[in-house]
């Protein structure tokens, strides 16, 4: 069968729908896939717990530096908010501001991944070097995500607009 070019066009365009319909109907099953094997995680795994937990209460208090008051990670790691902060500032790349962190487009990245501590509670000596301020600095978003637990050495001056 010859299909005229608006015939052509229609198909084309009917095919493309179906495969964002797929491909939607993946993301899903996918993202219902991960929050479980996370939830699972969180349950059983010690290790997990803890830098979810840290991590997240280090993140309210740096956006909400005034209103969360409760900021035991504090006593747990042995520096202040002011540090951490202080210390924040001075890695995030040329090409990046405070507010970009503020606005989710800058992540917390540890130089060197969480995975290659061994710890299981807040008393290890391992967990404050994991969390110690020269462990830590700011990334965009998408590099960090392509670092994704590895050793990969990012130099500050390095930004590259392309992956924003």
Known sequence: MVY??????EWLRLEEAKKAKKRIIAKRKFATYIKKYQ??????????????????????????????????????????????????????????????????ELELDHIRPVRFFKYTNKNDAEFKVSWGLKNLRLLPKKINRVKSGSLYLYNKADCLPCLR
Do not use: M, V
């Open 4 to 9: 005229s070019n608006e015939e052509f066009k």
């Open 39 to 104: 939830t699972d995680r969180y349950k059983t795994d010690d290790k997990f717990r803890l830098d979810r937990n840290t991590s997240r209460s280090i993140r309210r208090s740096l956006k909400n530096a005034e209103e969360f008051k409760e900021n035991h990670w504090k006593l747990l790691l042995g520096y202040t908010l002011k540090e951490l902060k202080e210390r924040l500032i001075s890695t995030i790349p040329n090409c990046c501001t405070w507010q970009d962190y503020i606005n989710g």
